[in-house]
């Protein structure tokens, strides 16, 4: 079988294209340039909502690392990474979402949902690319039934769901850039 002696060229030029693309992509939806970008760093994060359970910055700021350690190929490092994460929980509040009547005239109404809310701000610093860096602030809530159970009782389950989809929320907007 005699190969075409336009194969061999168009080959070199898809062999070399591919070599020449520096960004890699990962099932995780990333954009890294690993080639410039191998560590990250992430402060802790302050509670200073005056709210929240007593180890709450300590979740938040494990629960980062942890996602960003298992989503990219980056390394966690003290200080000074190559993308820096540093910031604060900012608010931390409780809310009633829906009045439900009591059945008595004499007696108020009283919620039939409770909306737990969390905003962290965050300030990111991408050392490979500065026009990337960014400061936000990032909010989710979290409803319960405080006629079937208490805050005390569920306060740690909504506190990790809402942790989770804030970090999933930080990951989009600082290495996924969707």
Do not use: H
Request: proline share 3%.
């Amino acid at each position: 079988m005699k190969l075409s002696k336009r194969f061999f060229p168009l080959l070199g030029l898809i062999l070399l294209g591919l070599q020449a693309c520096s960004v890699k992509y990962s099932f995780t939806g990333t954009n890294i340039n690993y080639e410039l970008t191998k560590t990250f760093s992430v402060d802790n994060f302050f509670n200073d909502s005056g709210g929240g359970p007593a180890n709450m910055e300590q979740r938040f700021t494990e629960a980062m690392k942890e996602y960003y350690q298992r989503n990219t190929q980056l390394e966690l490092v003290r200080t000074n990474g190559d993308l820096q994460f540093s910031g604060a929980i900012s608010r931390y509040s409780l809310t009633p979402q829906a009045a439900v009547s009591s059945g008595d005239p004499n007696l108020p109404d009283r919620a039939g949902q409770m909306r737990l809310t969390i905003s962290v701000d965050v300030d990111y610093i991408n050392l490979s690319n500065e026009e990337e860096s960014k400061k936000q602030t990032f909010t989710f809530f979290k409803d319960y039934d405080p006629r079937n159970v208490t805050l005390l009782d569920v306060e740690n389950q909504l506190v990790e769901e809402i942790f989770e989809v804030i970090i999933q929320d930080i990951f989009t907007a600082t290495v996924a850039n969707w």
